[in-house]
């Protein structure tokens, strides 16, 4: 069994930034590759962004790119998402992911999520 935590969510104005934790307990972090992804008011849920086991390699949905970054320290079993120049768009609860199938950018090949961390960016 795995637990995934987030945190670090919260109110921000356009051109903030904010940083998530997603901390996890309950099995070898470093064993998957972790990833974020967002679901906003009456939208489905999607890809933002995926991380290697070991942190070398990182992959983003493009509207992120050059704004957000994903990282991870498997020492402390924690993944993280810096969000730089947010924008309205952003607005969204974000989840983390432990990823155990073939294609990171599909929400079904992630077994474990945590429960969410409300981002809101304001005017």
């Known amino acids: 069994q795995v637990q995934l935590v987030e945190s670090g969510g919260g109110l921000v104005q356009a051109g903030g930034s904010l940083r998530l934790s997603c901390a996890a307990s309950?099995?070898?972090?470093?064993?998957?590759?972790m990833g974020w992804f967002r679901q906003a008011p009456g939208k489905e849920r999607e890809f933002v962004a995926h991380v290697s086991r070991t942190g070398g390699s990182t992959y983003y949905t493009d509207s992120v790119k050059g704004r957000f970054t994903i990282s991870r320290d498997n020492a402390k079993n924690t993944m993280f998402l810096q969000m730089n120049s947010l924008q309205l768009e952003d607005t969204a609860v974000y989840y983390c992911a432990l990823f155990t199938g073939r294609d990171w950018t599909r929400d079904y090949d992630y077994n474990y999520w945590g429960q969410g961390t409300q981002v809101t960016v304001s005017t």
């Open positions: 309950g099995r070898t972090f470093s064993r998957n590759a």
